[in-house]
């Protein structure tokens, strides 16, 4: 496995690679999530590229860009123990966004809902990364998980909008044996707080639930999750949604497929987490 | 020479040529000025793909969408003649510009001047069609023209800001005998007009001129400008600049490299013309 740090070194590298190529791009504090990801892309791409950039622009000055754990040793053997055959590795953020970087790409269609409206210049962030990354790489194959499912939605309208000649695929989201989702972002979570996480999981199952009884009110819905969190001293909910899964705008009753999907405060740590119905349906 | 009509058809034609690839994007209507680049592109590349689009994104409503001057069939001809490949002519906008699009490429830290300042959301809709048409045509070089400048500089850093692996080559403005930069909206002018036209070049060799005789005022420059257009009743300013050419603020002592240019309503018709300062100097 060859590890580029130097943008400038990429080129050559990439250019020894056999077609098709798949991409996993990630921002690093790898999980079972990612891996997953590049098990797929090497199980049918000749040649497998991981990123791994802790993108600032898709951080708000607020949030916890700083914080984010890192830890590439690690994530360089786990990725080598996954056969992926060359990682891109950024050591310089200016290498990505030079002094006076002003340039951005908006989806402007998707991005103002559920994570959108919670963090409004993220999705501006990611893709903007993401389009870089593209044509950085030149993949012809890319990989990204469901627990990130705005995201996903973000990123296969990019591809199709601004015409990349790159097809998505989509990952499952990876669970604790207890149904948190994973994260990097579960490492800043204390014992006790790691002990409550899994309310969001169990918030989902509870809708899956319901919709197998038969409900499709969209407000009884997100109420039921909203309980379920209520009764949870830790959980502090963002937003609790039952989407349509076009426009993501929220319905009054389920009628086709819906992203049922969440974001809470659990101490100083956001977690998201979502599921698709009808239970079993994938994202796109 | 092949012509694609429908994107669907475009990348088994690509995938058939040779790289390196040269990319000539034109809205059509061509003149000596496209044709010199396709001609560049001819001389240093394996294949040479040239684009026919009247992009809708970059006309605000007031603008000439509807009235820019078409002819497919001799385009055709003319781009056979210099030995182009393949050439893309979407008969569709659709086909680009799908209901409920809503993803834009904004390159923000060069468009609110000049013509930026005139026509707002003109350079969004360049750069992203230019995005978009480097991700389907997948040059090696694209060819954009000088008389264009603050175009060639959004289009620079477009390709520097998302990592096109694209290098810029820029053809020099091409002109009628009389000094008028060729342009598709010549087309417009009545005798009259067009026999006013040539202003915008004599503005720019005065200003040659005096910054030959060693003036280096930015508010003398612009006023000789103006003074000139003043005393021509078809010509009516839009803007007249001499500006940092990394910046593209109006300067107000030349020193290093500018870019004078103006914009000017002739009748109906906006003409823009520029020239970079000390005289030949390029613009890159």
């Not at 044509?135 to 591809?159: S, T, W």
């Not at 009884?213 to 949604?241: C, F, K």
């Amino acid at each position: 496995m060859k590890v580029i740090t130097s943008l400038g070194d990429f080129p050559a590298a990439r250019g020894a690679l056999t077609s098709p190529v798949g991409f996993v791009p990630t921002m690093g504090y790898l999980h079972e999530g990612h891996l997953s990801l590049a098990r797929m892309a090497r199980e049918s791409c000749a040649a497998v590229i991981a990123s791994i950039f802790v993108n600032p622009t898709q951080f708000a000055p607020t949030e916890d860009l700083a914080a984010y754990p890192r830890d590439l040793d690690r994530d360089l053997e786990l990725l080598e123990a996954e056969g992926v055959d060359l990682v891109l590795a950024p050591s310089d953020n200016g290498a990505l966004y030079p002094p006076g970087y002003d340039t951005w790409v908006d989806v402007a269609g998707l991005t103002h809902r559920l994570e959108g409206a919670s963090r409004p210049t993220h999705f501006r962030g990611v893709a903007t990364v993401v389009a870089k990354l593209f044509n950085i790489v030149q993949p012809q194959h890319a990989y990204f998980g469901q627990k990130d499912a705005q995201q996903a939605l973000v990123i296969r309208r990019l591809i199709r909008d601004l015409n990349f000649p790159i097809a998505l695929h989509l990952g499952p989201t990876i669970r604790e044996a207890d149904g948190l989702a994973m994260s990097s972002r579960n490492a800043y979570l204390t014992p006790e707080q790691r002990g409550a996480a899994p309310i969001l999981r169990r918030c989902l199952d509870h809708v899956e639930r319901l919709y197998a009884e038969g409900e499709r009110d969209g407000d009884v819905l997100r109420r039921a999750m909203g309980e379920i969190l209520d009764a949870e001293p830790l959980a502090l909910p963002d937003y609790i949604s039952v989407a349509d899964l076009e426009s993501l705008e929220e319905i009054a009753s389920v009628t086709g497929k819906a992203l049922v999907s969440l974001a809470v405060r659990v101490g100083k740590t956001r977690l998201i987490d979502n599921t698709i119905l009808p239970p079993g349906s994938g994202l796109f």
